[in-house]
């Protein structure tokens, strides 16, 4: 009986079962293999090749990698980057959140408003560039006014579809109850909408962080962009190469934070699985 006993593990004691970690981290490993098979396919891609103004050798583009994050020029021109890009969100989300909040529950005013959202949003980023200039010079101006109307239009349309998803029983319900326009704003239509908010968010600042990459190719003299225009012209391309892989990496850290807060301001949608990327 002892010896059945001292064979029982401890609850601090457990082994590590390796079926368990595979489990729990499947979507990390996918990554790393993925990950590794890319570099791979790289190192003797490049080394075949042969011409490093195409395709720089992996293990240069490795050192100006770790180099771009020690560099002080490089380091304070994504912090501008950054303050651009979270200005102009901060922009759209306090235009784009009300007015879709506004659309999804008044008919007349999606009426109304629709046919313009839709035209504008159809006009490419790329051709407010030269009106921004005009509006607003070079600079933080135009930057920040091309991340608004990228960031805008996701927002608005997410609120709205967010909005519309509620079931109509639930205004029936209050308005039986006495609740005022108001109350049933605050109490049914932005939780109700939340979710799809965020997603809105998500998307916002993902447009956001790749539209003000391409306007600080133009319209300013410093930033993350401008950086890459200045590796393109002194023709560094492994340089070059890093400050995209420095973009990306930014950029998906940045997606991963809004999952965060997705999932704590919305913790009932996660109980009975996975949602998110």
């Not at 839709?118 to 091309?146: K, Y």
């Not at 600080?216 to 995209?244: K, N, P």
């Not at 807060?261 to 996660?270: F, G, H, N």
């Amino acid at each position: 009986m002892a010896k059945h006993e001292s064979e029982v593990p401890l609850a601090g004691e457990r082994k590590l079962d390796p079926a368990d970690f595979f489990e729990k981290n499947r979507g990390a490993i996918y990554s790393i293999i993925v990950l590794s098979i890319l570099m791979i396919i790289w190192y003797f891609a490049a080394n075949r090749i042969q011409n490093t103004l195409l395709l720089p050798y992996f293990q240069d583009t490795v050192k100006e990698f770790i180099n771009c994050w020690i560099d002080r020029k490089i380091v304070s021109n994504l912090m501008l980057t950054l303050k651009r890009v979270f200005t102009g969100f901060l922009y759209a989300f306090a235009i784009g959140i009300p007015l879709g909040l506004l659309m999804g529950y008044s008919r007349a005013a999606m009426q109304g408003i629709s046919p313009i959202i839709n035209s504008l949003r159809q006009i490419p980023i790329m051709a407010w560039i030269p009106l921004s200039i005009i509006w607003f010079g070079l600079g933080d101006g135009p930057t920040v006014f091309l991340i608004t109307v990228s960031a805008i239009f996701p927002l608005v349309i997410n609120t709205i579809a967010g909005v519309h998803g509620i079931d109509p029983t639930y205004y029936n319900a209050a308005r039986s109850m006495g609740a005022s326009l108001p109350n049933i704003i605050r109490d049914i239509v932005i939780p109700g909408a939340l979710p799809s908010i965020l997603t809105g968010c998500r998307l916002a600042m993902g447009s956001g962080w790749m539209s003000v990459i391409c306007a600080e190719f133009i319209a300013t003299s410093a930033g993350f962009g401008f950086l890459m225009v200045e590796a393109q012209m002194r023709l560094e391309t492994a340089q070059l190469y890093a400050l995209m892989i420095m973009s990306g990496l930014v950029g998906f850290v940045i997606d991963k934070g809004f999952i965060v807060i997705e999932s704590k301001l919305t913790s009932w949608r996660y109980k009975d699985g996975f949602i998110g990327g």
